[in-house]
C-alpha cells in the first residue's frame, strides 16, 4: 500500500513554475486589460505533510490522516485507505490533533514540596526514582495502562518482571477488560475475539448486551445502520438497563436491571434446548460443557455432560428470567427465536455492561456460550465479539501481558516453562521472573493506602498514562487517602508521568511530562487483533518525554548503580539497543533516543513470544507499510497474510484440513471450546430503604474516559460541559427536582454535589440513576463500589446503591 | 341549588368572567414580544461567534393576543421546508467579492476546528433522534432569515456521532481549559493554470460530495459559484488526488520513451 502522500519535489516545482507563470500572466493581464482575477491562488493546503496513524482515544482504531504544518498538528481526516473506518471518524477522532495543545500541558518535572511543587530537572527526577526503587524494590509497583503502547508495555513488563523479579505490575485494563479475558480463556482456553469487524459488514442480527456503541464505538455503529440506510434488512436488538442513542436505533429495547443478563442467557440456552433449536452437529463436533467448581473455584471447573447442562438449565424458564431480570417473557422467547434460526447471522457486541460486572467472567462465558451452543461461531457475521475501550487493550495489555499474574504471548508467571521461555527471549538469567503473581489493581492501590506498619507493603507506585485518582472504583478507600494527612501514609511515594494535571498528578509526589501520540513513535493493538503503528510528527512541548524513555532511562540508572537486576544473561544493560553497525546506542540519553527506533526493537524481542499461542505478529516494517494487520500474521508466498477469522477452516491459517473449526488451545486439549453454566446471582449491592437507588455510570459520546484531553478539546468541552445525573421524570418529581438542580448522592462510601439532567441524553428507568465518569470535579468514583469478579479481579461500576437529598440552593 | 339562587348566581358568575377576560387581554397587549420581532439565533444577520443572541436557547418568545391570528397562520404555512420561499433570484449575477469572501471563511471558521472538520452545532438538538437532523439539513434552504445548509456529504446514519452542539441546552456551553491549537486555514482559491482557467479543487472533496451545499444557492455569499446553473462540477474542476487520499501511485507511469543514439 502506498502510504507517501506528499508531493513529490519534481511535482513541486512543476507546480511552482506554473504558479510563476499564471501570476506573471496574471500581473500582466490585470495591468493590461482591467479584467480582475479574485484572490491570487496559493499554493492549495501550502506545506502540510500527511501521515497516517491510529487515533489516540477508543478501541475502535479508526486510523486517521494527520495534517502537520511548521511542526504542529493542524489538521485530521479520516483515512480512506483504511479497513476499520473507511474514511470515517467520530467527533472525538475529528478533533484528536486538538488534544496536544490544551495550554496548562505539563512541561517540566515537578517534585512536591508541602502543598507546592518544584520544577526540577530529568536527572534529578530519574535518580529520585531509582533511589525509591533501590530501597526497597520488592515495594515498587508499576501501574500501567491499555493506552500504553506495545513497546512503552515491552519495557515496563520487562524492567519489572524480566529485571526486579518483581510481579506488581497492573494496568488500568483491568479495571475494563479482565473479565472478557477470563472468559475468552475458560470458553476457548485463549484471549481475544475470533471474529472481527467483518462480521459487522455482513450480520443480520446486531445484539448490544450492555453496551452503547452509538457513543461509544460510533464509528463501528454506523458502519452497521449505515448498511441498513442503504436498503439491507438488520436486526438490532438492545439488552439494557436504561434507554441510550443506541436505543433509538434498534428495533427492540430489552430494559433488564442489573445482573439480569446472566439470567437471560441462560434463557436463551434453555428455550434452545427445549426447542430443540440447538444446533447439535456443532456441539457435538466441537464443544464440551463445564460447569463451577464450588469446592475449588477456577477457570477450569468441572466437565458435565450435556444431560447435566440441561439440568441445571430448568430453572431459567422465560417466565423465571422475567422475574430475575425484569424483562418479559415474551422477548426472551423472541430471543430464543432469533438465536434458534440457523439461517441468522448474529453478532453479539458488549464491553463494560458485562465486563464491569460481579459475575463478568460468568456472563463473558455465558454469551459465547449461547453462541457456540446455536451454532452462530466461526462464519463471517456470526461472531461473540467483546469490544474494548482503549486503543491498546489488546495490543498492549492483553498482549504483551502487563499483568500481575502474566508473561507475554499469553504465559503466565505461575508456569515454569512459561517463565524460562520468558527469560530465553528476554535473555536473562534462568530463575530471574518470580513465580508468585503480584498486587491486581485493587489490591495494588487498597494495600498504597494502607500504612507500612498495618501492612500496605507497596510503598511505590509509579502511574503512566492512566489516571487512577479518577477511574478507581471507591475513591476514598483506593486512592483519597493519600491525601489525607491522618492517614499515616507520610512514607508513601507516588510517581505520575502524564500529560495534564489530574486527578492523580493532585496527590503525586512527583509529576513526569509525557509526550503523547504523534509527539512520539507507537504500535496498538485494537478489538479486532489488529496490530497498528505510527511514526513520531511532532516534537513534545517543553521537556516533556517519551513514557519508554522514562522506562528506559531509570533502569540505566540502577545499572549504574550496580543492581543485578538490570543485567542480562550476558551481564549486559537489559536494554541495550544496537544500530545498523551494531553498535550500541545510549539511548537512556535523551539525545540519543531517536537515533535509532526503540520501537523497532523492543517489538522485534517482543515479536518471538507471540508464537506459542499463535498470535503471530508480523515484522515492524511490514506495518509501516499497512493500515494494521491482524494477527496471527502469517508469511505465505513471501506475503505476510493477516487473519479475519480465527479457529475457521480456510481462513486460520492453523487450522488444520478437514476439521472445519478447531480449537487449537482447547482447555480440554481435544480442539473443543467450553460451554459453561454459571447461575444467577444477584449483584454485590442492590438498593435497599436506606439506599434506594441503583447508580449506573458511563461515557458520553464527546469524552473519553477521563476527560483529561477531551475536555481541554473546545469543541468538545462545549458539547458536553460537565457532569451531572440522569434521573427519570417521576423521581425527580418525587424529590421535587427541575432539570439543573443540585442534589447530594450518596452511598455507604462517599457523596457527591452534582446537577440534575432529567431524561438527558440517556433515559433511565424508574429506581436508576446514571452519571458519567469524565468531570474531574464530580468524581462519581467516590461512591462506587470495590467488589470485584472472583476469577478476574475486575471491579463493577455498573451497580451501587444510593440515596438523593435535594440540596437547597 | 334551588333555580332562583341559580339565577341570583349566573349574572354575578358571567360579571366574573367577564371582566377576568378583559384584564387578561390588557395584560396581554403589555407583553413585550410582537409577532414581527420574532429573532432566532439562526438568523444569519444575528449569527455570532458564541450565538447567545437570544438569553435563552431553543425559547420561541411568545406572541401577543392581537398578532395570534396572523402568526399563527403565517407559522402554518411555513412548516414546511418545501414552501420556504428562497430570496435568491437563481439567475442574479454572482460577482466575486474578495471581502465577502474572507467573510464567509472566517464564518465558516467560527463553528469548525480546522478546515475539514465537521462543524458543530449552532442550535440545540434532540439528544437520541438524527432523523430530526435530516428534516432540516437533508434538502436545505435560505430565506430571508435562515440559512439552513444542506449536509456536504451523502446521509450518513447517526449525524450526532461527528457533529456536537456548540452551546447544550442542559448547561452553558463553557471550555474546561483554554486550548492552543491552531487548525487548518480554508483555502482562499483554487491554483488555476492560465487566467480564467477553471480554478482546481483546492480541498479534498471527501465528505464533501455536494459541491452545492456550501457553493450553491444554500451557501454563502462570497464563496458562491459564478455559475450556479451548471450541476456537473467535476467536469471542469479537478480535484486533487493526494487529498483526497486515492491510491495512486506518486508520479504518473509512462512506457520509456525513444532511445536516441548519441
Not at chain 1, 517463565?419 to 498486587?439: C, H, K, L, M, S
Not at chain 1, 503512566?464 to 492517614?487: E, H, S, W
Not at chain 1, 533502569?555 to 545498523?580: I, P, Q, S, Y
Amino acid at each position: 500500500m502506498n502510504g507517501d502522500l506528499q508531493p513529490r519535489p519534481d511535482t513541486v516545482q512543476r507546480r511552482q513554475f506554473i504558479k510563476a507563470s499564471a501570476m506573471a500572466a496574471a500581473a500582466a493581464v490585470a495591468g493590461g486589460t482591467g479584467f480582475l482575477l479574485p484572490i491570487l491562488a496559493t499554493e492549495p493546503a501550502a506545506g502540510v505533510q500527511w501521515e497516517k496513524a491510529p487515533c489516540r482515544f477508543c478501541g475502535t482504531g479508526c486510523h486517521v490522516q494527520v495534517g502537520v504544518q511548521d511542526g504542529k498538528v493542524v489538521a485530521v481526516a479520516g483515512d480512506r485507505n483504511a479497513e476499520v473506518n473507511k474514511g470515517l471518524l467520530c467527533v472525538k477522532g475529528y478533533h484528536v490533533g486538538s488534544a496536544l495543545y490544551g495550554k496548562d500541558r505539563l512541561t517540566k518535572p515537578l517534585l512536591r514540596e508541602g502543598a507546592q511543587y518544584r520544577e526540577i530537572s530529568w536527572e534529578e527526577a530519574i535518580k529520585t526514582i531509582a533511589d525509591r526503587i533501590e530501597a526497597a524494590p520488592e515495594r515498587f509497583a508499576f501501574y500501567g495502562s491499555g493506552q500504553w503502547t506495545i513497546p512503552e508495555g515491552c519495557a515496563a513488563q520487562k524492567f519489572m518482571k524480566g529485571g526486579l523479579s518483581n510481579n506488581h505490575i497492573d494496568p488500568n485494563a483491568r479495571l475494563c477488560m479482565a473479565s472478557a479475558v477470563t472468559g475468552f480463556l475458560a470458553t476457548y482456553g485463549v484471549d481475544e475475539p475470533a471474529g472481527c469487524y467483518d462480521d459487522l459488514d455482513v450480520c443480520d442480527v446486531l445484539i448490544m448486551w450492555g453496551n452503547n456503541p452509538a457513543e461509544m464505538h460510533p464509528v463501528l455503529f454506523s458502519r452497521v445502520i449505515d448498511r441498513r440506510s442503504r436498503g439491507e434488512k438488520i436486526t438490532l436488538i438492545d439488552i439494557s438497563t436504561r434507554r441510550t442513542r443506541t436505543t433509538e436505533a434498534c428495533q427492540h429495547y430489552l430494559e433488564m436491571k442489573g445482573h439480569g443478563d446472566l439470567a437471560i442467557a441462560n434463557g436463551i440456552a434453555h428455550l434452545l434446548i427445549r426447542n430443540g433449536t440447538y444446533n447439535r452437529k456443532f456441539v457435538e463436533s466441537f464443544c464440551s460443557f463445564k460447569a463451577p467448581d464450588d469446592q475449588n473455584p477456577n477457570l477450569h471447573g468441572k466437565p458435565i455432560s450435556f444431560a447435566d447442562y440441561q439440568t441445571f438449565l430448568e430453572p431459567y424458564t422465560p417466565e423465571h428470567v422475567e422475574e430475575l431480570s425484569g424483562v418479559p417473557a415474551d422477548q426472551i422467547r423472541m430471543l430464543g427465536d432469533v438465536f434458534g434460526n440457523p439461517e441468522l447471522k448474529i453478532t453479539s457486541l458488549w464491553c463494560m455492561g458485562m465486563n464491569q460486572h460481579t459475575r463478568g467472567t460468568a456472563i463473558n462465558s455465558l454469551v459465547h456460550g449461547v453462541h457456540l451452543l446455536s451454532g452462530h461461531f466461526g462464519t463471517p457475521g456470526n461472531a461473540p465479539t467483546s469490544l474494548t475501550g482503549q486503543p491498546s487493550a489488546c495490543g498492549t495489555v492483553r498482549e504483551v501481558g502487563t499483568l500481575s499474574h502474566a508473561l507475554p504471548g499469553g504465559r503466565v508467571v505461575a508456569d515454569a516453562e512459561h517463565r524460562q521461555q520468558a527469560e530465553d527471549f528476554w535473555n536473562v538469567p534462568a530463575g530471574r521472573i518470580n513465580p508468585t503473581p503480584g498486587y491486581h489493581t485493587v489490591k495494588m492501590w487498597e494495600s498504597f493506602c494502607t500504612p507500612t506498619d498495618k501492612g500496605g507493603d507497596i510503598g511505590t507506585i509509579w502511574v503512566q498514562v492512566t489516571n487512577p485518582g479518577q477511574t478507581l472504583p471507591n475513591l476514598n478507600k483506593l486512592f483519597n487517602p493519600k491525601g489525607d494527612n491522618k492517614a499515616g501514609l507520610e512514607d508513601k511515594f507516588l510517581i505520575v508521568s502524564d500529560v495534564y494535571p489530574t486527578a492523580t498528578t493532585r496527590l503525586a509526589d512527583l509529576i513526569l511530562p509525557s509526550a503523547m501520540w504523534v509527539e512520539k513513535n507507537g504500535v496498538v493493538g485494537n478489538s479486532e487483533r489488529r496490530t497498528q503503528q505510527w511514526f513520531k510528527m511532532v516534537d513534545p512541548p517543553g521537556d516533556a518525554r517519551d513514557d519508554c524513555w522514562q522506562t528506559i532511562a531509570v533502569a540505566h540508572e540502577l545499572f549504574k548503580r550496580g543492581t543485578d537486576g538490570m543485567k542480562d544473561r550476558d551481564g549486559r544493560f537489559l536494554f541495550e539497543v544496537k544500530d545498523n553497525d551494531n553498535k550500541p546506542v545510549p539511548v537512556w540519553e535523551w539525545e540519543h533516543y531517536y537515533d535509532v527506533n526503540v520501537d523497532e526493537h523492543l517489538f522485534e524481542e517482543y515479536r518471538q513470544f507471540t508464537r506459542l499461542k499463535h498470535k503471530d505478529l508480523a515484522p515492524y516494517s511490514e506495518y509501516v507499510k499497512a493500515r494494521g494487520l491482524r494477527w496471527p500474521v502469517v508469511e505465505t508466498d513471501g506475503q505476510w497474510k493477516e487473519t479475519h477469522f480465527r479457529f475457521s477452516e480456510g481462513f486460520d491459517p492453523y487450522v488444520e484440513e478437514g476439521t472445519g473449526i478447531q480449537f487449537y488451545h482447547s482447555s480440554t486439549h481435544n480442539d473443543r471450546a467450553q460451554i459453561w453454566f454459571h447461575p444467577w446471582i444477584a449483584p454485590a449491592e442492590v438498593p435497599d430503604d436506606d439506599y434506594p437507588f441503583m447508580l449506573c455510570t458511563g461515557r458520553v459520546l464527546e469524552h473519553w474516559h477521563s476527560g483529561s484531553m477531551t475536555r481541554r478539546i473546545p469543541e468538545l468541552s462545549r458539547a458536553m460541559p460537565g457532569g451531572y445525573v440522569e434521573i427519570h421524570a417521576e423521581d425527580a418529581a418525587a424529590y421535587g427536582l427541575r432539570n439543573g438542580d443540585k442534589v447530594k448522592m450518596e452511598s455507604r462510601r462517599g457523596a457527591l454535589v452534582i446537577p440534575v439532567w432529567i431524561d438527558g441524553r440517556g433515559k433511565p428507568p424508574r429506581g436508576t440513576v446514571f452519571i458519567p465518569f469524565f468531570d474531574e470535579t464530580l468524581l462519581v468514583n467516590d461512591l462506587t463500589l470495590d467488589a470485584v469478579d472472583p476469577f478476574s479481579k475486575q471491579p463493577d461500576y455498573k451497580k451501587s446503591a444510593v440515596r438523593i437529598r435535594k440540596v437547597q440552593p | 341549588m334551588t333555580r332562583d339562587s341559580t339565577s341570583n348566581a349566573t349574572p354575578l358568575i358571567a360579571f366574573v368572567v367577564v371582566s377576568v377576560a378583559v384584564a387578561g387581554y390588557f395584560t396581554g397587549l403589555q407583553a413585550p414580544m410582537k409577532a414581527s420581532s420574532l429573532s432566532s439565533p439562526l438568523t444569519a444577520a444575528n449569527r455570532q461567534t458564541r450565538s447567545t443572541t437570544t438569553p435563552e436557547a431553543g425559547v420561541v418568545l411568545a406572541t401577543d393576543y392581537k398578532d395570534m391570528a396572523d402568526v399563527t397562520l403565517a407559522r402554518r404555512q411555513h412548516a414546511r421546508l418545501a414552501s420556504l420561499k428562497s430570496t435568491t433570484d437563481p439567475l442574479a449575477e454572482i460577482r466575486i467579492d474578495p471581502e465577502e469572501k474572507l467573510m464567509a471563511l472566517h464564518q465558516r471558521e467560527q463553528n469548525r476546528a480546522f478546515n475539514g472538520a465537521p462543524p458543530t452545532i449552532p442550535h440545540p438538538i434532540d439528544q437520541r433522534s438524527d432523523a430530526s437532523c435530516a428534516a432540516c439539513h437533508k434538502e436545505g434552504a435560505m430565506t430571508k432569515t435562515l440559512r439552513i445548509p444542506r449536509m456536504s456529504h451523502e446521509f450518513l446514519t447517526h449525524c450526532m456521532q461527528c457533529h456536537v452542539e456548540n452551546n447544550p441546552r442542559h448547561m452553558p456551553g463553557t471550555a474546561f481549559r483554554e486550548n492552543e491549537f491552531t487548525g487548518l486555514e480554508a483555502p482562499t482559491a483554487g491554483p488555476r493554470a492560465f487566467p480564467g482557467a477553471p480554478p482546481q479543487i483546492p480541498h479534498s472533496t471527501w465528505m464533501r460530495s455536494d459541491c452545492m451545499s456550501c457553493h450553491g444557492y444554500e451557501g454563502r455569499h462570497g464563496i458562491r459559484t459564478t455559475h450556479p446553473l451548471r450541476s456537473n462540477c467535476q467536469q471542469c474542476h479537478a480535484p486533487s488526488a493526494t487529498m483526497d487520499q486515492t491510491l495512486l501511485t506518486g508520479e504518473p507511469q509512462f512506457l520509456p520513451g525513444p532511445e536516441i543514439r548519441k
